[in-house]
């Protein structure tokens, strides 16, 4: 009984750790591309949102899995990770594949519900999923891959409701996710660099080092460029652009008054992040209600000239 009680224990854990911070940081970037997709003066599609939001929570879990199955033997040197499942010995490999296994046939299943060419792109990420893990071994850029992987759903979302990918629309979106995860993870890598350092991993916060604040700004420039572009393209209204305003001045807040030496500010700042994912995800919803005010005005001053 006592062994089935740590296993059952054990996987309660894990499911606890899915529902964290890291599933929001891979779903809201879903939100958006559903929001931008939906018909103007509507809101987003309760039915997508809720399967992209099972899809983020098995994903992300897969994604720690693989991570931690890769990095099994790094996770014992760094002070955070050795208590992690797989590093501590309480999970075997062989394990940690099953568990895999349904947390990816699960993933599948969420998967097939969407359109042909949505499932194309979506196993697609898988090879992303798979190789961002081993890019901190190689490229002092892991936080790139990060972004890649973790922002695929700006595209998914779009094509899920729609059918296919607009260009002018989720390009520009998936670039000011990946921006925006190269910030909130630079902030992440920085309470690991003294470990990683001396286990020879590399990312952007042993790259940057004291000029971090300068290059999170310049990913903030480019992330809220990059939303604006959206907006443009998409016809947005105020209360998006409002929305973008607070996240500037979230974002200048957050590097402003980070202390990068000190990693207990570094995880308050990094996960003040989700807040920065709702206000855009609430921006564009409001934003795109409005747009329905703003169409009804239009059509009054085309009836009032008809009638003058």
């Known amino acids: 009984g006592f062994k089935q009680m740590k296993t059952a224990n054990l996987i309660c854990t894990f499911f606890v750790f899915l529902f964290c911070l890291g599933t ?37 879990g897969a994604g720690c899995t693989i991570n931690d199955m890769w990095d099994q033997d790094y996770d014992k040197k760094v002070t955070r990770t050795a208590s992690r499942p797989i590093a501590a010995g309480d999970i075997s490999t062989f394990q940690s594949f099953v568990f895999l296994g349904g947390q990816l046939t699960l993933a599948l299943a969420v998967l097939l519900c969407l359109n042909y060419y949505s499932i194309a792109l979506g196993a697609a990420s898988l090879l992303l999923v798979i190789t961002y893990p081993l890019m901190k071994r190689i490229t002092y850029w892991p936080q790139l891959a990060l972004g890649l992987t973790l922002n695929w759903g700006a595209l998914l979302g779009w094509s899920a409701v729609k ?58 420039v480019a992330m809220l460029g990059a939303l604006s572009l959206v907006g443009v393209n998409i016809g947005q209204t105020v209360p998006y652009y409002t929305a973008l305003a607070a996240v500037g001045a979230h974002l200048a807040h957050q590097i402003y008054t980070l202390d990068i030496h000190r990693p207990e500010d570094c995880w308050d700042k990094f996960t003040s992040n989700r807040t920065i994912g709702l206000i855009i995800f609430l921006g564009i919803v409001l934003g795109n209600l409005w747009k329905e005010k703003e169409t009804d005005k239009t059509k009054k001053n085309i009836d009032n000239r008809i009638e003058n």
């Open 163 to 220: 059918g296919s990918c607009d260009p002018s629309v989720c390009l520009p979106l998936y670039f000011s996710g990946i921006m925006w995860t190269l910030i909130y993870d630079t902030i992440y890598a920085h309470q690991d660099k003294r470990d990683d350092a001396l286990i020879g991993l590399k990312s952007t916060a042993l790259l940057f080092r004291e000029d971090t604040k300068q290059w999170l700004s310049g990913f903030t």
């Open 24 to 60: 929001w940081l891979l779903y809201l970037p879903c939100t958006w591309s559903i929001g931008l997709a939906a018909e103007p003066g509507c809101f987003p599609d309760w039915y997508m949102l809720s399967l992209f939001g099972a899809g983020a929570v098995l994903m992300r």
